[in-house]
């Protein structure tokens, strides 16, 4: 009977030495991973153990297929469904670094778990360990994403039922005209070299045209295709990165509003050569909620007025200004659905008919 194969694992073996190292009789060793006939260089020198059993992990990762088509759920780990799903869909998710995050917490807590342990007691003990209902709430709608794909491609004889925390109540806070004046001042007048002029970019941006806090960040000068970008020539905002596809949450090209435009114009003459719209000193910014605080604590701004916030004003004031809900559905890439449900009592119109109706004094009956 032939003898089992080893798994990969770490060999030491004696690197090829220089000719001044023959000559002195030096023998450098360094680890190797073998695997079977097969051996693969790590790189790594005898006193790097600890580097050399990473890159067995990853080798070892790289080698496992986590594909096990039509599995019953019982036997099919979770680390596999995460594995495929970060692989094959995360890069396309409207925000893959917050996926990718999203991945590694779910496979820290459910990765050694198979399909079928998915039950209402284990996403309560996720939630707990989560510490926030929202934040749980999200990454587990990862899992059930990452579930129904996996299922979707190579099959599963039964999908597990998620219990989620309930939504949370939606952010209805938005800024009147005077509180984002006060903000856009509190920015201009901030002590330092043009130490907020990234905020009144980033902030009338928002105001003029409620586009998503990331997307505005990403917003560059030229086409791209890391982010959106802003024509100036023809007052178009392409809000998605070149040769990519809409996702759910829309990014629809836009007319630049004639006030913000004005903005913009003056804006690029600045930058001289300058990519990114939204920059400090000239380097693009990944995140700016500690700035953003900083200027709503001097604005004396409550903690609710927040990045996303400006995109509800956005909406509300469009809705107040009595445009029609379908181009304020198309400009801001909201459902007409979600308008009605949220802002349409903002609108001039909400209710119109009833408030003018003449009720008849006696009922016909």
């Not at 998915?118 to 510490?131: K, M």
């Not at 804006?267 to 500690?290: C, F, M, P, S, T």
């Not at 609710?304 to 809705?319: F, K, N, S």
């Amino acid at each position: 009977m032939p003898r089992p194969k080893s798994p990969p694992r770490l060999q030491r073996r004696a690197d090829r030495p220089t000719d001044a190292e023959r000559a002195a009789g030096i023998v450098r060793y360094n680890w190797v991973i073998r695997d079977g006939d097969k051996y693969v260089r790590t790189g790594c020198a005898e006193a790097d153990r600890s580097e050399a059993e990473r890159k067995l992990a990853e080798y070892l990762g790289e080698k496992h297929d986590p594909v096990h088509r039509n599995s019953a759920s019982a036997e099919l780990e979770i680390a596999d469904i995460l594995n495929v799903y970060g692989r094959e869909k995360g890069p396309d998710t409207a925000r893959p670094a917050e996926t990718a995050s999203a991945l590694l917490r779910l496979d820290a807590f459910w990765g050694k778990m198979k399909a079928s342990d998915i039950l209402g007691p284990t996403c309560r003990a996720y939630t707990e360990h989560r510490g926030r209902p929202a934040a749980a709430r999200r990454d587990l709608e990862v899992l059930r994403a990452a579930v129904k794909h996996y299922k979707r491609e190579y099959g599963m004889e039964a999908e597990p039922v998620f219990t989620l925390p309930p939504k949370s109540i939606p952010r209805e806070r938005w800024l009147t005209r005077d509180e984002v004046a006060k903000l856009v001042w509190v920015c201009y007048r901030s002590k330092g070299n043009d130490k907020r002029l990234h905020l009144v970019r980033f902030i009338l941006i928002a105001v003029y045209t409620g586009t998503r806090h990331d997307a505005i960040l990403r917003l560059q000068w030229m086409p791209n295709t890391t982010g959106g970008w802003a024509d100036l020539q023809s007052a178009r905002l392409y809000r998605r990165p070149a040769l990519t596809r809409e996702t759910k949450k829309r990014t629809p090209t836009i007319r630049i509003p004639d006030r913000l435009l004005a903005h913009m114009r003056r804006w690029k003459k600045q930058d001289q050569g300058i990519l990114n719209v939204i920059h400090y000193q000239g380097r693009a910014i990944g995140r700016l909620e500690k700035s953003f605080r900083s200027a709503r604590e001097d604005a004396g701004l409550g903690e609710d007025v927040i990045p996303h916030a400006l995109r509800h004003t956005a909406i509300t004031w469009l809705m107040q200004a009595g445009v029609n809900i379908n181009e304020v559905s198309g400009f801001t890439g909201v459902t007409t659905e979600e308008l009605q449900r949220t802002y349409w009592h903002h609108s001039p119109d909400f209710h119109s008919s009833i408030a003018t109706a003449r009720m008849s004094r006696k009922p016909r009956i």
